[in-house]
T-cell receptor, first 112, second 116 residues
Framework: GAGVSQSPSNKVTEKGKDVELRCDPI?????LYWYRQSLGQGLEFLIY????????KSGLPSDRFSAERTGGSVSTLTIQRTQQEDSAVYLC??????????FGSGTRLTVV | AQKVTQAQTEISVVEKEDVTLDCVYE???????LFWYKQPPSGELVFLIR??????QNEISGRYSWNFQKSTSSFNFTITASQVVDSAVYFC?????????????FGSGTQLTVLP
């Protein structure tokens, strides 16, 4: 597609439930990143996929967070047993060479 | 580890004033890239500029200009003759060239408010 697509754009979930956030990167982009932006805060790195290499998971805040990227394209970020502090905007970005980044519009997650 | 510091949390100016947003970075890589992004109230991240570590030439694009100084590890952003539409959060970011440094590391952002 023309840009990075994220779905859903908004998600409200009850505390303790699992959620899945989806990212469709730009076709042909080998690198994919997930970031989290809490209200009024900067962007916090979560995870990075590059081609077929093992992902860099160093930013995941707890083992409740996981992500996968199937076929080098679509990525899903899963948050298990959601907590209120997980409420944030989750942003996905893709890049053809790890130095040019296109961001999606994000998924606003609200845990109630 | 790499780090980006934007010491100015909030700046408020009156329209037509010039304003400079500061950015200081830390990295062990010799090859790296610096970025500025704009995040207006609508929330999307708008790419403004990318500069690699080997190119220290200052850049001007319309009312925007960037001053990259490796000697002080700074990459400052100036808006000339600011306008109300410039009101946004501005993020400076850094990506390195090796290992975990290849992730894009953001500063905490500067909220710019331009008053009419």
């Amino acid at each position: 597609g023309a840009g990075v697509s994220q779905s859903p754009s908004n998600k409200v979930t009850e505390k303790g439930k699992d959620v899945e956030l989806r990212c469709d990167p730009i076709s042909g982009h080998t690198a994919l990143y997930w970031y989290r932006q809490s209200l009024g805060q900067g962007l916090e790195f979560l995870i990075y996929f590059q081609g077929n290499s093992a992902p860099d998971k160093s930013g995941l805040p707890s083992d409740r967070f996981s992500a996968e990227r199937t076929g080098g394209s679509v990525s899903t970020l899963t948050i298990q047993r959601t907590q209120q502090e997980d409420s944030a905007v989750y942003l996905c970005a893709s890049s053809p060479d790890s130095n040019r980044y296109t961001f999606g519009s994000g998924t606003r997650l609200t845990v109630v | 580890a790499q780090k980006v510091t934007q010491a100015q949390t909030e700046i408020s100016v009156v329209e037509k004033e010039d304003v400079t947003l500061d950015c200081v970075y830390e990295t062990r890589d010799t090859t790296y890239y610096l970025f500025w992004y704009k995040q207006p109230p609508s929330g999307e991240l708008v790419f403004l500029i990318r500069r690699n570590s080997f190119d220290e030439q200052n850049e001007i694009s319309g009312r925007y200009s960037w001053n990259f100084q490796k000697s002080t590890s700074s990459f400052n952003f100036t808006i000339t003759a600011s306008q109300v539409v410039d009101s946004a959060v501005y993020f400076c970011a850094l990506s390195g060239s090796s290992g975990s440094a290849r992730q894009l590391t953001f500063g905490s952002g500067t909220q710019l408010t331009v008053l009419p």
